[in-house]
């Protein structure tokens, strides 16, 4: 016959679990939050020099692959695509708009969904993931930032007719969708317009700076044969 336990220490033992499942919790909570915060702790830091293309692939070498790919796949030169992302985010992976403070310290909303380096927002980024991408693609991730910048322009091209080697204006619809360059809703925002000739001239400078560097990052894996690897 067995003994029945002690009420005490069933008590006792239930006690004992119930504190472990509470204190698992809270250390696969804090994992999280630095899993998280390590995301943005670990990326690459904005370029020193970001009016030379030639120093931000020799800081990044693996951005020039990237932007090359994309460039191979959609048609926007790696210029472009560079200059599109010093526009929008100054190159910083997780960078987002600043919030709206109420009274001077009450955070607001954000003004928009934009984020990461080619500020992406929420709609269109799950049209690229439909279309283009993949449930994997992270905004904060130079792969992807200048996938998405290929496939928006190779869109607005379809859509609107502008050439892939005017970024001025790929970049007015990049900035008000398809819909809102055509009806020349950037005509009327002069900060949309000094946006686009900013762009445009910065792109003009990578790509003279280009010309004379790329031969660097062209063919520099032990893989890569040339001339097969050279554009």
């Known amino acids: 016959m067995h003994r029945p336990v002690d009420s005490f220490w069933v008590s006792a033992l239930s006690s004992a679990a119930s504190s472990s499942t509470a204190q698992l919790r809270g250390w696969l909570a804090v994992a999280a939050l630095l899993l998280l915060s390590g995301c943005a702790t670990f990326a690459p830091s904005p370029p020193e020099d970001q009016t030379n293309i030639c120093e931000i692939f020799r800081e990044q070498p693996s951005w020039y692959d990237y932007a090359q790919e994309s460039e191979e796949k959609w048609g926007t030169p790696i210029a472009t695509q560079m200059a599109f992302i010093q526009r929008e985010s100054s190159f910083r992976s997780h960078v987002r708009p600043d919030r709206k403070y109420y009274l001077g ?101 990578y790509q003279a700076q280009l010309n004379s560097c790329q031969a660097e990052f062209q063919c520099r894996r032990f893989y890569q044969v040339w001339p097969f690897c050279r554009s």
């Open 105 to 205: 310290f009450i955070p607001g909303p954000r003004p928009s969904s934009a984020r990461g380096y080619a500020q992406a927002q929420d709609p269109v980024w799950g049209e690229y993931e439909d279309q283009a991408g993949s449930l994997f693609a992270r905004r904060t991730h130079m792969k992807h930032a200048t996938d998405f910048i290929g496939w928006y322009n190779a869109r607005t091209q379809a859509q609107t007719g502008v050439s892939l080697n005017n970024p001025e204006h790929l970049y007015y619809a990049y900035h008000e969708g398809a819909g809102g360059y055509q009806r020349g809703t950037y005509r009327n925002k002069p900060h949309v317009l000094n946006a686009g000739r900013q762009v445009a001239s910065l792109s003009s400078r």
